[in-house]
């Protein structure tokens, strides 16, 4: 019986997080399914966008 084995590198490793400094929010599956949701409800029609008038957006922004 012979057995091998493989080095991995970290280039071999599949990193399923999305973000690139590896944001543990999307380590949690909830969090990952509840943005799929969201995505698809956007992508169906079910949800819409509303944008902000400029004013509003920058007071909120002086709030900062």
């Not at 990193?15 to 956007?42: A, Q, T």
């Amino acid at each position: 019986m012979r057995v091998d084995f493989k080095v991995v590198t970290g280039q071999d490793v599949l990193n399923e997080n999305p973000s690139p400094s590896g944001d543990p929010f999307f380590d949690n599956p909830k969090n990952v399914k509840e943005i799929l949701r969201r995505k698809k409800g956007i992508e169906t029609g079910k949800v819409k966008s509303t944008p902000f008038p400029e004013e509003i957006f920058s007071k909120l922004l002086d709030r900062v």
